[in-house]
């Protein structure tokens, strides 16, 4: 559980918002300290949202991208080339990177609440054309940089397109950050395949809204655009058919698992974090296939909270399927259809939940008005009803 | 000289490997392969380059290089770790493999 302050507790949060916005300069310095730090328990970002004006006045938020040319060598950022509101630049490398780190953001934001990769605004950088013929896209921590894929080819031998082609790969790259300020899974075996996964979950849901297309009209194609037709394949992975994406003479064959019995153990690739994506990413499908409809609306709400308030460094497989499937029934009620398809999401991938009754401890409650003691009741008010989804550290 | 290299990782995680025999290449690119090496001071780098970093999508490299007089020597390395003369010879060099394949 969170713990708080027993002093901030003593003066009720609106009781400190009419001192940050009437009291001396000193008063107003206290209260807002107070109130941030009252407000730094996960969960209450409303109470942050209303004092950010004030508290946060130095800090822009909201939707902020800077997109670089790194002029094909290996320096980063490297130049400037289109900021936040800047017109088109003709390079589309440059304006595929903008407006893809847009369209991700505006998921974030307008469907999951999310102000950016960390929560809090954070400037979205993005370097384009790295390196030459890079056949590549990665976060390096701080950064999504972008290669041009073999566009210095002749034409008859590129394999890749350059890597800004493709939306969901965007939006792939980007929620690496996210998952580095949430669940923070290391990039090794199962948690880096999950790290992976949650990539190809949120890019594929950045590319269906922006297409408005529902989990039944989305092909579940991750990087359709980034192999020519010198390749044979259609894309690098399929979240409906692991194993299926490409099977070429120079690419090899995707080497992706659709089910646990076919797990690859292996040390490449940082123990097959992109190999073993495949079983996750195809109980994410199923998941919304069931369900039908937008795959952000229900799928993706259960996916979201899964990564920012439920999983941890180490999860795996089997944690990422215990906290969708408890979510589910938190968000939507204990056997509901929602949490009913998280369930044949993962038991179609080999993965077994909700066949036992769950000895946790049910959602954390909202706490109820106590006469006199101000502080919860208040700050009880202005939680979002999800809010109350506590981080539940494993014992 | 026998030079092999192998990427795995990177978004598509699919592993790339290439080897060459200098001479069996054209001299310009020989000597250009050799020239690396020796300002990269290969046979004198750790085996370990790897640097530890956040992120994620990174390339990570294994380069093996056995010279004329029967050295050989391998050197582990990931896109935060990789010193610029390895990275232009591991591009050179699964570049190179990837057009003899073709054929």
Not at chain 1, 343 to 371: H, K, N, S
Not at chain 2, 76 to 90: K, Q, S, V
């Amino acid at each position: 559980m969170h713990t708080r302050h027993p002093i901030e507790c003593i003066v009720p949060p609106y009781v400190l918002r009419s001192i940050q916005a009437n009291g001396t300069p000193a008063q107003q310095v206290w209260a807002m300290r107070t109130l941030t730090n009252s407000a730094q328990f996960r969960g209450q970002r409303q109470v942050l949202a209303e004092i950010a004006p004030l508290a946060l006045a130095p800090r822009v938020v909201g939707k902020r991208r800077m997109i670089y040319d790194a002029e094909h060598g290996f320096i980063l950022p490297g130049r400037l080339v289109r900021s936040e509101g800047d017109p088109p630049t003709g390079d589309p490398a440059v304006d595929e990177a903008y407006d893809g780190s847009g369209h991700t953001y505006d998921l974030f934001s307008e469907i999951f609440g999310r102000d950016s990769i960390d929560g809090r605004g954070l400037q979205l950088d993005s370097t384009v054309h790295y390196q030459s013929s890079y056949d590549n896209a990665f976060w390096n921590g701080q950064q999504m940089v972008y290669g041009d894929g073999d566009e210095d080819l002749p034409p008859a031998e590129r394999l890749f397109n350059r890597f800004t082609l493709s939306l969901d790969v965007i939006g792939h790259e980007l929620t690496h950050g996210v998952t580095q300020y949430e669940a923070r899974l290391v990039y090794w075996n199962q948690p880096g395949a999950l790290n992976e996964s949650f990539s190809d979950v949120f890019g594929i849901l950045t590319r269906q809204r922006a297409l408005n297309q529902t989990a039944a009209e989305s092909d579940w194609l991750i990087g359709a655009e980034l192999l020519t037709s010198n390749v044979n394949g259609k894309a690098i992975r399929s979240m409906a058919e692991p194993g299926t994406a490409y099977n070429d003479p120079i690419l090899g064959r995707d080497p992706q698992p659709g089910h646990m019995n076919d797990y690859v153990n292996t040390f490449d690739d940082n123990g097959g974090v992109h190999i073993n994506s495949g079983i996750p990413n195809r109980a994410f499908y199923i998941t919304a296939r069931e369900l039908g409809g937008f795959a952000w609306e229900r799928a993706g709400q259960i996916w979201y909270y899964a990564l920012r308030d439920r999983l941890q460094p180490q999860s795996n497989f089997q944690d990422a399927a215990t906290a969708t499937y408890e979510l589910a029934g938190e968000l939507y009620g204990s056997g509901s259809l929602e949490q009913q398809a998280v369930r044949t999401g993962w038991a179609e991938v080999g993965i077994t939940v909700g066949e036992v009754p769950q000895p946790e401890p049910g959602p954390v409650p909202i706490p109820q008005p106590v006469p006199g003691k101000g502080c919860l009741p208040v700050a009880a008010s202005v939680l979002d009803p999800v809010l109350r989804l506590g981080r539940r550290r494993s014992s | 000289m026998r030079i092999h290299v192998v990427r795995s990782g990177g978004f598509s995680g699919i592993r790339m490997e290439g080897e060459v025999d200098t001479g069996r290449l054209p001299e310009s690119v020989a000597e250009e392969l050799r020239t690396l090496l020796t300002e990269a001071n290969f046979f004198a780098l750790p085996s370990d380059l790897t640097t530890l970093t956040r992120g994620a999508d990174q390339f990570n490299y294994e380069v093996t290089v056995e010279d004329d007089s029967g050295q050989v020597h391998t050197v582990t390395t990931n896109e935060a770790g990789i010193p610029p003369e390895l990275r232009a010879l591991a591009h050179t060099v699964l570049r190179g493999s990837r057009t003899q394949s073709d054929e």
